[in-house]
């Protein structure tokens, strides 16, 4: 799992949270994530990251922190896989996996059935909510293919796998298919109910910005939309009119 830093995380959400807000979101759903790898069964996560905070938090969960040796192989989302597929394959691995560090609602049944779904000759692909990213990855062996993201991404790699004389596999996964960057995905975030600790972030900061419903019978409870005023005493000119509608 490739992640740059914590202090300059999640840009896309500046009109909705502050710096430190999003901060916590990018800390939590790094944390959820981690979780989830943790109990999917896998034999080593590694989190390939030159940040100090993200590597003890790494270390933390049980994971193994990779620091690569220079910024350039840490600078993007595609290089820093490509230098963890370069790893793995140097250690031997049978199956290399990769997913973001904002998808909280990735489960370890997920993950698991992305990294069973690689075979030889038969990469595994699960995209993102749009269909355009690419959000998981399972590679038989490590270097079986160069993996390149960002939107649009995934129809790019079925291609590039069929180039190959490879035949891809897609899995949709709904949890590890929300990965959190705009305003509009952090709303899917709390409509999806999930129990982790970024849920819970966001629940509380709704929570802390919207006020409480009124209770029944509170003024606020009733109808917002303009209702007839009492009638005026006899005699003053409204009483003469023969209706009255809050459009005039």
Known sequence: ??????????????????????????????????????????????????????????????????????????????????????????????????????????????????????????????????GLGTNGVALAPPGAMPLTFGEPSFDGHLAAARARGLEPRVLALPGLALDVDTPEDLAALRAAGARTESARLVAGWRARTEPPAPPAGHPRSEAASPTEPPAPPAGHPRSEAASWSPLQ
């Open 1 to 130: 799992m490739p992640v740059k830093d914590l202090a300059a995380a999640k840009q896309r959400l500046v009109p909705t949270l502050a710096p430190d807000e999003r901060r916590a979101l990018a800390r939590a759903m790094l944390g959820d994530v981690l979780a989830a790898l943790g109990a999917a069964g896998l034999d080593r996560v590694w989190v390939v990251t030159r940040d100090a905070e993200v590597a003890a938090l790494a270390a933390a969960r049980g994971a193994e922190p990779l620091a690569p040796p220079t910024p350039a192989e840490n600078g993007t989302h595609t290089a820093a896989v490509a230098f963890a597929q370069a790893e793995a394959g140097r250690r031997g691995a049978r199956v290399f996996l990769t997913v973001p560090g904002d998808v909280p609602c990735v489960t370890a049944a997920e993950l698991a059935a992305l990294a069973a779904a690689a075979r030889p000759g038969a990469p595994a692909f699960a995209p993102s909510r749009s």
